[in-house]
């Protein structure tokens, strides 16, 4: 697998402005794909008590003056909302691996990173499209609804940077008795993932992880004299006899998924696998009606 150039400040910020002139692409992207979904009551199906108190959270801009709390708000400079379960159940959170491995991409496809930030944000789109309140997990700033939202979101997705090799969720916002989906190729180190869904098992959050490969990591197609290197360029190395390598890469990658099923069995989550070459289409979908299902 042929890995990039390492990073330089001029390649960062050639790299970045490219990222800033994607952002409408992005959006459009994603809102086009959002709309081959027919909109339901996404995340309102859900039994239990929808009027039971569940939490106080800080108000934000768009809040009625009739949501506050005055009695909670008078403890404290901050002004508070009293919310419900079914209100609680009316946030989805996002959580998108932007690792330079996310970066790679066979001939003809997309890369596995483009793929996770459209579908993300066109699950943004439909949260708010519902009337529901969405944001990016590894961000301190609360969830919020409307088309603003979007944009600001798009624009954190595409940001430039330095970025490990592999990535690891660990989300800074995660209300409690929301929704959530992770995007990764989950393929770093497994105890930051399992350290993340095991916390929002904890608050209540239920989700889904989505493992997003591209086919040739699950062929391995290499065989005789091959120089592998890590997307950033970290780390290289050469064999002449490559082919040797694939059953113990394909049984390492086997492990690794059978450890997140089974750590999603766990928490409560689910897994879903998607590979680049597929239908974006197909995978909104079926994300789409396990988060409308609460499962």
């Known amino acids: 697998m042929a890995g990039e150039t390492l990073h330089t400040p001029a390649t960062l910020r050639a790299r970045s402005e490219g990222i800033a002139a994607g952002l409408p692409g992005l959006l459009m992207s994603a809102e086009r794909l959002a709309a081959t979904i027919l909109l339901g009551e996404h995340g309102r199906k859900r039994a239990g008590p929808g009027d039971a108190f569940w939490q106080f959270r800080s108000a934000q801009p768009g809040d009625a003056r009739r949501a506050i709390d005055w009695r909670q708000s008078a403890r404290g400079d901050a002004h508070y909302v009293r919310e419900t379960e079914w209100q609680a159940a009316q946030t989805l959170m996002l959580w998108v691996d932007d690792a330079a491995s996310m970066s790679f991409a066979a001939a003809g496809r997309p890369s596995k990173l483009r793929r996770a930030q459209t579908l993300a944000l066109a699950l943004a789109v439909l949260a708010v499209k519902a009337g529901e309140r969405t944001g990016l997990a590894a961000l301190p700033e609360p969830p919020r609804g409307g088309r603003a939202q979007l944009i600001r979101m798009a624009d954190a997705l595409m940001e430039g940077g330095e970025v490990p090799d592999y990535g690891a969720p660990r989300p800074r916002v995660m209300p409690m008795g929301s929704r959530a989906v992770f995007l990764s190729d989950f393929l770093g180190p497994p105890e930051p993932v399992a350290e993340a869904l095991t916390a929002a098992a904890d608050r209540g959050v239920r989700g889904v992880l989505v493992q997003i ?68 289409e197909a995978a909104l979908l079926s994300l789409y009606t396990v988060l409308e299902r609460g499962r």
């Open 213 to 280: 490969l591209d086919p040739e990591e699950e062929a391995f197609p290499y065989d005789g004299r091959t120089v592998f290197e890590s997307m950033s360029g970290a780390v290289r190395f050469e064999t002449l006899k490559a082919g040797r390598l694939r059953e113990d890469y394909l049984d390492r990658l086997a492990t690794r998924r059978a450890a997140l099923r089974d750590l999603c069995a766990r928490t409560g989550w689910r897994f879903h696998l998607h590979h680049t070459d597929a239908s974006a």
